[in-house]
């Protein structure tokens, strides 16, 4: 069963991608969706079945890998209750990924490759969760990373798709590269590479001492630090997240799939599945706190003063990480895995919902071209309405009732504060500001879009489609398709510019589109209200699969009714500051902006992240390059050691004429001498 | 009476090559395919005979000739491996020759059956002087290949070429005559035993160091390769870094580490040390060319440094990742110079620039590409991936340090080989003439198809490779167990913490379990 559950999708990528262009669009269509529906069929019963609680994990032997010395491991696929949860997060978002995508995509020549690297990419991401090894897991690892490099530079056409892709795989190296040395640690400390016998075997490690590059450390804090760097790299935390707001160059569903739903959250799954070797190292733990809580706040930030609709979206997914992250620091791995399950509907609920503004508004993506849409695509509204509520947590804790986001989010806030140490406190002031900064630009995004009044004729997009004919696409040439990330220089107009609606109709998406927006919806309301009971409280549902640590979930809700509340007021305090800011009074934003010069083009500009990485790292990287070659190679190596001795020789050459006298007696004389030369030389 | 496998494998080639020397030139590309296919289904004879866990030197011949030299064959598991990689990259060579070789072709192909006889023999030579015959004469074919068939600045990238590996070479055949006479014995299965006393040890070691980081190549003296890789045609590019290169890695196995275990522990700061320098600063150069094959050429030698930090540091990972990366770079870096070579037959340029959007007229191309790509970069569940990872495991055990500084290659290796990648096949098609070129024919899926598929065989399952070569390397890993280095990383043991980091006190008020 869980054979199939894995292995269908990649099946169905091979057909695919195999038949390409041979075969009608719809063929490769059909195969890889009707395979990722099967699985999802097969994953639900799995993850209902653990949702009662006791069920044992099982492995399930596919085939030998490495033997060599004593470090052996084998293909094999585990289930145990964390899978199952991982398993029905990737496979329902992505079969309703591959069913939007039947109408979103309709119009692109490549499809096909488009759907099996959609396939290839859940089959990659499964082969991550059920990983019984590290080395499987980096093996998922490293595949979900060529699929999101693939479908990052999908339309790679675009210089700045294909410079987003490589940047998303180089990044993410660098994070591997941690994941790697941990891997290597981790076999040099316990011998095995199996997850369930390091786990075993960590508590007694707990106070082991190892050296590492010269120094004496922590055994068990170097090993999850390492491993933890891997987890930066995949979740986009801070410091490794300049990729991800460049990964929204790939098509909107792979935006909603692979950077929202499932890859990013495979470094939270990473931390969670080690969670009890994490348990064994204070130090590492307090650096994934403080690094969830920054990143948490940091891409928060960023996010408010974002105008693609995309990457406001996609800095608020970092920020959700960080939630995850900071929860797992406090040792909160139930929550950390609840917001996981959790987000993964909501963000690709908003994810799908931006899609389809975007396919509306005829590619546009730029949130100060919108306007007025709730009544034009009023299922679409809807859809993202839920997820905003979602999102920013909306519920209220005396009536037990709220949307998804208000279950795990509140959890994870509550918990940090539960925790009561320093970095708790720290992570909890910085969630609950987060929280505030959320709803903020959620609202932000929501007013932006559909209240207000139409601002769309400016927008290139919207005037080529008026010009040309709202049922003549533009597809033909894929590279105008979407278009993210304007210039700041760009004269755009500030979000109260009037514009009209230039004459154009902005049009509902087909129902492919919206079946997915809806079962989402589903999701996004009360997916919280009805698994919160198993994830957050119930170590039976998580069976020993994650560290549960029952008394800090006891003290979770023992805190204290403000604590409670704080992020339901923040929550309300973002909704009125966007209602004032985007409804109210739509000059605040530029005079806002313009008092906070400084600090807005500090946020604006991402906090100067990708300039810094510049000039820190691909600067002289090519110039280092360049000097080794040049002054290197060419310059020393060759000049000294082949061309050196080309030209001794020739010089030596024309010196040589002097010895060739010509004369029998001065030959004689040399080889006495090499003789006496040689002579002495083998006897002394 | 068994059949003398091995000779017939050395025989074949060589009849077919003084044959191609007076045919035609049709005729002798069918003579010349035909014999290394014999070969390839007399190595696959070979590899299911082979008794996995059996003595160690199977099919072994042996006939005394004069002075105490020998004509002595035998491989072990690793000999195996690397013949195997030779006779399967050479009908692929052939094929690669196939239409771009119109000059002298019978003469082409004798050169290609004559270097073919040679890499068999050095990898099955069981006699010291047996092999340094095989090892040198290689030389010869190479430097015509190049210097004959080569590309403009064939006669500088010769010269270097001879140059270099021929100052190495030298210092070696000393040595050997040294030990020959020291321990009155060329049979290489009996000097790996032989214990040379530790102080001469240092001087062989420096001696065949000298040859082998040669043909390695390692920085500093790896300058020869870019240019050879440059000037050789496609075919002589592919044996070059496939098989070729293998020699150096190949020595330091056969010769160093069993001969010299005293002076390869004295030494392994020096090789730790180049191979530390090369995997940044040749990965660095790479990023930089403007020249496919000189990208390429560079990117084989930092893989290289990985080869060597995984040999030296003395332990079964070590040496068999070292084996692994030696088989899946010779595979890898054979099947990129050969797509090099299908783009290069299309628009005689090895100028990145002039390429762009090949996945826009050439998607299967693009494809296969991308596999020796990803393969390249080490991504798992492809060849290098298993090699590399083993390596670097094994090389942790004994310093942190060179791990972390040999690792950054995964990184830098993913930025070079990506924008390479982008450069080519991504982007909008800029030139008329390269977004004119068809997509591979028969042929080219012929040549990178069997590739394709042993990189992904080698990497889902490299328990086939592997087998083989357990037993010789747990050999070699106990004869050098006594001069094993200290690790810098060891464990030392402490009492464990009592309770889990983010132990919270159970509350007093009552259990609430019951909630």
Redesign the interface.
């Known amino acids: 069963m869980i054979k199939t559950i894995v292995f269908l999708p990649l099946l169905a990528a091979i057909i695919a991608g195999f038949a ?1 262009k041979s075969a009608p669009a719809v063929f490769a269509k059909a195969v890889t969706t009707g395979a990722l529906f099967v699985s999802c069929a097969l994953s639900w019963p799995i993850f209902l079945a653990y949702l009662g609680g006791g069920v044992p994990a099982t492995v399930e032997p596919v ?9 052996a491991f084998d ?1 094999a696929l585990r289930v145990d209750t964390l899978t199952a949860v991982m398993l029905v997060v990737v496979t329902t978002v992505s079969a309703l990924v591959h069913l939007y995508s039947w109408d979103y995509m309709d119009e692109d020549p490549d499809q096909p490759r488009f759907f099996a690297y959609l396939s290839l990419f859940t089959f990659a991401m499964l082969m991550l969760v059920t990983a019984d090894n590290l ?1 499987q897991m ?2 998922g690892w ?2 979900v990373g ?1 699929a999101s ?1 693939l479908l990052i ?1 999908f339309w ?2 675009k ?1 700045s798709a ?2 987003a ?2 940047k998303a ?2 990044v993410n ?2 994070g ?2 941690g994941f ?2 941990g ?3 981790t ?3 316990f011998g095995t590479v199996s997850i369930p016998e390091i786990l075993a075997a960590a ?12 120094l ?1 450390v922590q ?1 068990m804090d170097v090993l999850c630090i390492l491993l933890f760097i891997g987890a930066m790299g995949k979740s986009a935390q801070l410091g490794l997240h300049t990729w991800l707001p460049d990964a929204m160059e790939g098509p909107t569903p792979v935006s909603a799939l692979i950077h929202a739903a499932t890859m990013v959250t495979a470094g939270v799954f990473m931390v969670c599945r080690l969670s ?1 070797m ?5 130090v590492a ?1 307090g650096l994934v706190t403080f690094i969830g809580a920054a990143t948490c706040i940091f891409a928060a930030t960023v996010g408010t003063t974002q105008w693609d609709i995309k990457r406001v979206i996609a800095y608020s997914t970092c920020s959700q990480l960080g939630y995850m992250f900071f929860a797992a620091g ?2 909160a791995y139930g929550a950390a895995m609840f917001h996981l399950f959790t987000h993964a509907f909501f963000k690709a609920l908003l994810f799908l919902g931006a899609g389809s503004v975007i396919h509306a508004m005829h590619h546009e993506q730029d949130m100060r071209y919108y306007g007025a849409l709730r009544k034009e695509i009023p299922f679409t509204f809807f859809g993202m309405l839920a997820g905003t509520l979602a999102i920013t947590g909306v519920g209220v804790y005396h009536l037990g009732v709220g949307f998804a986001g208000f279950w795990s989010k509140d959890a994870i806030i509550e918990v940090a504060f ?3 140490t320093e970095l708790g406190m720290f992570a909890f002031w910085m969630g609950v500001f987060a929280a505030l900064l959320t709803s903020f630009y959620s609202w932000r995004l929501m007013f932006l879009t559909f209240w207000g009044r139409p601002r769309w004729a400016d927008s290139e997009h919207i005037r080529h489609a008026v010009h040309v004919g709202h049922e003549e696409p533009e597809h033909h040439n894929p ?1 105008i398709q979407e278009d993210s990330g304007h210039d700041v220089a760009h004269s755009v107009p500030s979000p109260n510019y009037e514009a009209g609606t230039g004459g154009y109709h902005p049009h509902e998406s087909p129902i492919t589109m919206l079946v997915p927006l809806g079962v989402l919806s589903l999701g996004a309301i009360a997916a919280g209200q009805v698994f919160a009971p198993a994830f957050l ?1 119930s170590a039976a549902f998580w069976n020993g699969s994650i ?1 549960y ?4 979930i ?2 979770m ?2 805190t204290p009714y403000l604590v409670k509340y704080a992020a339901a007021i923040v929550m309300l305090f973002g909704l009125f500051v966007a209602w004032l800011a985007y409804i109210k009074d739509t000059t605040l934003p530029g005079k806002g902006a313009e008092q906070l010069g400084p600090v807005y083009r500090f946020f604006y500009n991402k906090w100067y992240f990708d300039e810094l990485y510049h000039y820190l790292f691909i600067v002289p ?2 110039w ?3 000097i ?2 040049k002054f ?2 060419v310059g020393t ?2 000049r000294f ?2 061309n050196g ?2 030209w001794v020789v020739e010089k030596g050459s024309v010196g040589a004429h002097r010895f060739q006298t010509g004369y029998l007696y001065s030959y004689a004389l040399v080889m006495l001498l090499g003789l006496v030369a040689a002579i002495t030389w083998v006897l002394f | 009476m068994e059949l003398p496998i091995l000779s017939i494998m050395l025989a074949v080639p060589l009849v077919a090559a003084i044959a191609c020397l007076f045919l035609p030139g049709s005729t002798a590309r069918m003579v010349a395919l035909a014999a290394t296919l014999i070969d390839l289904a007399l190595g696959i004879m070979l590899w299911l005979n082979f008794d996995i866990g059996g003595a160690q030197w199977q099919f072994t011949e042996r006939a005394a000739l004069f002075a105490g030299f020998q004509y002595a064959l035998g491989i072990d598991g690793i000999a195996l491996l690397l013949i195997m990689l030779s006779v399967f990259l050479m009908p692929i060579c052939i094929l690669a020759s196939w239409d771009s070789i119109t000059r002298r072709v019978g003469e082409y192909m004798a050169a290609f059956l004559l270097m073919e006889v040679l890499m068999i023999g050095v990898f099955a030579a069981q006699d010291l002087f047996l092999f340094y015959i095989f090892f040198e004469a290689g030389l010869i074919p190479m430097y015509l290949i190049i210097g004959v068939w080569g590309g403009d600045n064939r006669i500088y990238a010769s010269y270097k070429f001879f140059l270099y590996t021929l100052l190495g070479s030298v210092l070696m055949l000393i040595a050997m005559l040294w030990m020959a006479n020291a321990a009155g014995t060329t049979d290489i299965p009996t000097l790996m035993q032989y214990d040379f006393p530790a102080g001469a040890q240092i001087w062989l070691w420096l001696a065949f160091f000298a040859s082998f980081a040669v043909k390695m190549p390692m920085w500093p003296v790896h300058t020869w390769l870019p240019d050879a890789h440059v000037q050789a045609p496609t075919a002589g590019s592919v044996i070059l870094a496939g098989v070729l290169l293998k020699l150096g890695g190949y020595g330091f196995i056969r010769f160093s580490l069993p001969m010299f275990p005293d002076a390869s522990a004295e030494l392994a700061w020096l090789v730790f040390a180049l191979s530390m320098i090369a995997v940044i600063y040749t990965s660095l150069v790479a990023l930089v060319q403007a020249d496919m094959k000189k990208l390429i050429a560079y990117s084989s030698v930092a893989h290289m440094a990985i080869v060597t930090v995984g040999l030296f540091a003395f332990n079964a990972q070590g040496l068999e990742g070292a084996m692994m990366v030696m088989l899946g770079h010779g595979l890898v870096s054979g099947a990129l110079f050969l797509c090099v070579g299908v783009i290069y037959d299309r628009l005689h340029t090895r100028e990145i620039a002039r390429y762009g959007g090949l996945s826009i007229n050439m998607p299967r191309y693009a494809l296969l590409f991308l596999l020796f790509t990803m393969a390249s970069i080490g991504l798992p569940g492809t060849s290098n991936f298993v090699g590399e990872f083993l390596a670097l495991a094994g090389i942790y055990e004994v310093s942190t340090f060179v791990t972390l500084v040999c690792t950054t290659g995964i990184i830098l290796g993913a930025a070079y080989m990506l924008f390479l990648y982008r450069r080519v096949a991504f982007g909008e098609q800029r030139n008329a003439d390269a977004a004119r070129m068809p997509d591979l024919n028969l042929r080219e899926w012929a040549m990178l198809g069997p590739l394709a598929a042993a990189v992904l065989w080698m990497g889902i399952y490299p328990e086939s490779f592997l087998a083989p070569m357990r037993g010789d390397i747990a050999m070699l890993e106990a004869r050098l167990a006594p001069v094993a280095p200290q690790y810098d990383s060891a464990l030392t043991a402490g009492t464990p913490r009592e309770h889990a980091a983010n132990y919270v006190a159970a509350e007093e008020h009552g259990p609430e379990g019951a909630h």
């Open positions: 390409n085939l030998m890998w490495v033997r060599s010395g004593d470090l293909w080395v980096f093996f490293e595949g060529l490099y530079g790679f056409r210089p294909s410079a892709a490589i795989f180089v190296r660098v591997d590269l790697m040395l891997i290597f640690g076999f040099w400390v508590p007694a490690m707990s106070g082991a001492s190892i050296g590492f590059l010269g004496r055994t009890p994490f348990e064994t190292a204070p733990l406090v040792g539960a925790r009561g590279a409280d560290f640590n029952e008394p800090l006891h003290a809700h023992a990287a090519f280092l390059g360049r080794f070659w290197g190679d190596i060759d050691g082949p001795i080309a």
